[in-house]
């Protein structure tokens, strides 16, 4: 999933993108209006001066050679001037407009004024000025029709300068804001980035709880999570504190029946089997009484990382004393730098009853390998034994659940194991191993 950073930095970058364009098109068309409308004015005074240099003659208007705008006298200098009679005919066209195809309007009544774009003769767009006029001056009134043209080329060249300008600063603006941006986001993520320097190194079991003091809208996140923290800690050590009160509880009646045993009767093979199940309730109640003496500093999701294989050669080194008469290769496959994220004792609990069973039912060789990947400890036990059926496997996870009842046990181990397993988010698989026997995959968040 992309990140709350690239996600705003992405939102921002098209929202700025989008102001950027939309504020060059408004300003542009403002310059553009605005250039319009001053090059109209420009005319409209080339027509006034034109009106005050013109002589009524007795033919009509009559103009000096040289005029107050020296651009009217030089051949397609751009700007050229027209005179039209009553009837639309010229009678007075500027030197300028020689070799010229620019475009005659109607003759206009006296008073109006027409300001247009239209395409001339010779493939050139004119920005064209006509206004009608009655000349007074002579024995009878007469109406014409000034006009005053100008080549668009250069209207469209000086808005495209603007244009050129208007991007270059705009541009430079837009990728300020941007980087001003990302350093304002980057201050606006810092308590979320401390936040999330906390949670990793209560992970890593560094502390306890979150202590730094964050803005009004993280502290409702920072001070739930604590309270987390606090209940589980709590529950934990409820949890530790009743099993330590059991396990206190079955140690005495266990020295008894040991006692007990040492002094009766009983048939050596029968004897041998109950010393075993004594041994192993043994083992049982310290370990739930080592849980107790850790209390809540052993919570599961606040324990400190735990090495796999180191685990797995203390287990494999007590396994193969039990089991001296057994001759059992076993193959450790495990990469030192693996970790369990999670309580030392939950992980010797399932990697100890899971090797138990692969000691008790393999022929020579049990295979014990890990791997870690996208973000998941992967634990497989493997063994030559008998192997388990498909349509037995379910079955077997459940407590009580025997593959064989002329085997000692009490079918829990497995239960226990995908107990376990489960309160950390993972799962236990039963399945066939390549040694030709059972094989059981363990998924632990890593």
């Given at each position: 999933?992309?990140?709350?950073?690239?996600?705003?930095?992405?939102?921002?970058?098209?929202?700025?993108?989008?102001?950027?364009?939309l504020t060059s098109l408004a300003l542009e068309r403002a310059v553009r209006d605005a250039v319009f409308s001053a090059r109209e004015e420009r005319l409209q005074a080339q027509i006034f001066l034109l009106m005050a240099a013109?002589?009524?003659?007795?033919?009509?208007?009559?103009?000096?050679?040289?005029?107050?705008?020296?651009?009217?006298?030089?051949?397609?200098?751009?700007?050229?001037?027209?005179?039209?009679?009553?009837?639309?005919?010229?009678?007075?066209?500027?030197?300028?407009?020689?070799?010229?195809e620019v475009p005659k309007p109607q003759p206009?009544?006296?008073?109006?004024?027409?300001?247009?774009?239209?395409?001339?003769?010779?493939?050139?767009?004119?920005?064209?000025?006509a206004f009608g006029v009655t000349w007074a001056t002579g024995?009878?009134?007469?109406?014409?029709?000034?006009?005053?043209?100008?080549?668009?080329?250069?209207?469209?060249?000086?808005?495209?300068?603007?244009?050129?300008?208007?991007?270059?600063?705009?541009?430079?603006?837009?990728a300020l804001m941007l980087v001003s941006l990302v350093l304002i986001l980057r201050w606006g993520l810092k308590p979320l980035r401390r936040v999330a320097g906390e949670v990793a190194c209560i992970e890593a079991g560094g502390q306890t709880q979150i202590q730094g003091r964050y803005p009004r809208e993280i502290q409702a996140l920072t001070g739930n999570l604590n309270a987390l923290l606090a209940h589980e800690r709590a529950r934990q050590r409820r949890l530790d504190n009743t099993l330590g009160d059991l396990a206190h509880s079955l140690k005495t009646p266990l020295a008894v029946m040991r006692g007990a045993l040492e002094e009766s009767r009983v048939p050596p093979a029968n004897?041998?089997?109950?010393?075993?199940?004594?041994?192993?309730?043994?083992?049982?109640?310290?370990?739930?009484?080592?849980?107790a003496r850790a209390g809540n500093q052993k919570a599961a999701i606040l324990a400190p990382p735990v090495p796999v294989r180191r685990a797995a050669e203390r287990l494999i080194a007590s396994l193969t004393?039990?089991?001296?008469?057994?001759?059992?290769?076993?193959?450790?496959?495990?990469?030192?730098?693996?970790?369990f994220r999670g309580v030392e004792g939950d992980l010797l609990e399932m990697l100890g009853n899971l090797l138990e069973n692969a000691f008790k039912w393999c022929r020579q060789r049990i295979r014990l390998s890990a791997e870690t990947a996208r973000g998941t400890l992967t634990l497989l036990i493997e063994d030559d034994?008998?192997?388990?059926?498909?349509?037995?496997?379910a079955r077997l996870l459940e407590r009580g659940a025997r593959a064989d009842e002329a085997t000692p046990g009490h079918g829990i181990g497995l239960a226990v194991v995908r107990?376990?397993?489960?309160?950390?988010?993972g799962e236990l698989r039963v399945e066939s191993s390549q040694l030709g026997g059972a094989g059981f995959r363990l998924r632990l968040p890593g």
């Open positions: 999933m992309m990140s709350l950073r690239a996600r705003v930095l992405l939102s921002a970058a098209a929202v700025l993108a989008l102001f950027v364009l013109g002589e009524e003659g007795e033919e009509g208007l009559v103009f000096p050679n040289a005029l107050a705008e020296s651009r009217l006298t030089l051949p397609d200098s751009g700007l050229y001037a027209q005179v039209l009679d009553a009837l639309g005919d010229p009678i007075w066209t500027s030197p300028s407009a020689i070799g010229a206009l009544a006296p008073g109006q004024r027409r300001f247009e774009r239209r395409p001339g003769g010779d493939r050139r767009d004119y920005l064209l000025l024995p009878v009134p007469r109406d014409y029709t000034f006009i005053a043209a100008e080549d668009a080329s250069s209207f469209e060249s000086e808005v495209a300068q603007f244009r050129a300008s208007l991007a270059g600063w705009l541009g430079a603006m837009a004897a041998e089997l109950i010393q075993e199940q004594l041994t192993r309730m043994g083992h049982i109640v310290e370990y739930q009484l080592q849980r004393k039990v089991y001296r008469d057994k001759p059992v290769t076993l193959s450790l496959e495990i990469d030192p730098a693996i970790l034994g008998p192997g388990i059926p498909p349509d037995q496997a107990e376990i397993g489960e309160a950390y988010g």
